[in-house]
């Protein structure tokens, strides 16, 4: 086979809290080994990175996404919107397009208005 794979290893991991920014640690010794011809690899969203809401000081829902409202995408901090994965969670393309286009506009109103509000609330 192209490549010469034969096997690939792996440490195991638990979860440690849902809300850490690292949610998995590895166990100590727990390699395991496995003959193969072939790895697929898919990988999961653990949800949106936590650097910028921490130093922005976005609030964040106990998802870790960050929390914006449903019509005009604004978070609590102003001129600050979320669209998309991290808004939502994991979800299909389509809903990401969506959630674009639809924070397109929001953004456009925000920054159309004299005075930078978001027209809600």
């Known amino acids: 086979m192209a490549g010469g794979l034969s096997q690939v290893s792996r440490p195991c991991h638990r979860l440690v809290t849902p809300l850490d920014n690292a949610p998995f ?10 003959e193969c ?6 990988l999961g969203f653990l949800g949106p990175e936590r650097e910028i809401a921490d130093q922005l000081k976005i609030s964040c829902d ?13 978070t609590d901090i102003p001129g600050v919107f ?3 994965d991290c808004r939502r969670g994991q979800s299909l393309v389509v809903w990401a397009i969506s959630e674009g286009r639809g ?6 109103q925000f920054l159309s208005r004299p005075n930078g509000s978001t027209g809600e609330g």
């Open 62 to 74: 106990e998802r870790s996404n960050f929390q914006a409202t449903q019509q005009a995408f604004a």
């Open 103 to 108: 924070a397109a506009s929001a953004i456009d």
């Open 82 to 84: 979320a669209a998309g």
């Open 25 to 34: 640690c590895e166990i100590p010794s727990s390699e395991e080994v496995w």
């Open 37 to 42: 011809d072939l790895v697929l690899l898919s």
